[in-house]
């Protein structure tokens, strides 16, 4: 079995189909399909299901993507570890809520000072992004605080203070529970706070209305199409501008805490090192 062989296997797993892992290999499907079957035949089983939309994953499959994803991170994690002398290098996958502030300045002074590496961002809720993080497909993430699996470490970013907002309508909490809740997907740690003030409240959401982005959500609040609980520092021009006004909530619902995480038995590389570095540096 060559490693080349699992890397193909995983892409056309993702893609579902052999054209659209041929497009990105830039290799003629034929090749593709060939390096497949003889994995298959390696695996003495079917490893996908054939059907006229493309290809999806047999049970065999799914536990071979499962094995594959560990054997290619610590194939990858072996050449970084023999390198341990080198600068900061090579491709580094980092994922973030949407609403890190300071994430920007971060970036910065990283790109700028190790430009051998190739840094790529990635945008989600944070229930993903720790998945995201288990499974090997993100070197680390910028996520809400929460309860981690154990096979996650976690470094502080920053605490912030969130608040609840409405438009100018709305004076009271009693007519804020009467309106949409406007946020990202199910996994957003924000969502899950204002979640436990319904619940402790004895409350439900009348309706909730999700949203891929925070420009989004701000300019639909605005408009009052609902209200949204989201960190203070995004929307405190707002509030001055008198576009938006503010509802406070108890501490217990309002201070949350960003952190970056990354698989406790994965092998600190310098270019990760490095990173990590420059996010404390970045609290002092």
Known sequence: MEFKDLEIFQLVAEKGTITE???????????????IRKLEAEMNTPLFNRHRRGMSLTPEGKKLLTYSQKILALTEEMKHA?????????KLEIGTVETVIHLPKILSSYVKKYKDVDLSIFTGVTSSLVEDVLHHK????????SDLPQDIVSHEVFQ???????????????EVTEEPILC??????YRARLAEWYKDQNLAPKKIMEFGTLE?????????LGIAFVPKSEVTQLEKDGLVKFHKLPEQYTKI???FIRRADAYLTPTIEKFIETIEFSRT
């Open 160 to 174: 912030e203070e969130l608040v609840l907002i409405s438009d100018n309508r709305i004076s009271t909490l009693e």
């Open 21 to 35: 892992a041929a497009k990105d290999l830039k290799y003629v499907q034929s090749n593709i399909t060939s390096r």
């Open 138 to 145: 993100l070197d680390g993430a910028f996520v809400t605080e």
């Open 82 to 90: 023999v390198q341990t002398d080198k600068e900061p290098s090579g």
């Open 216 to 224: 989004t959500i701000l300019r639909s609040t605005v408009m009052g």
């Open 257 to 259: 805490k960003t952190v």
């Open 184 to 189: 990202f997907s199910k996994g957003c740690g």
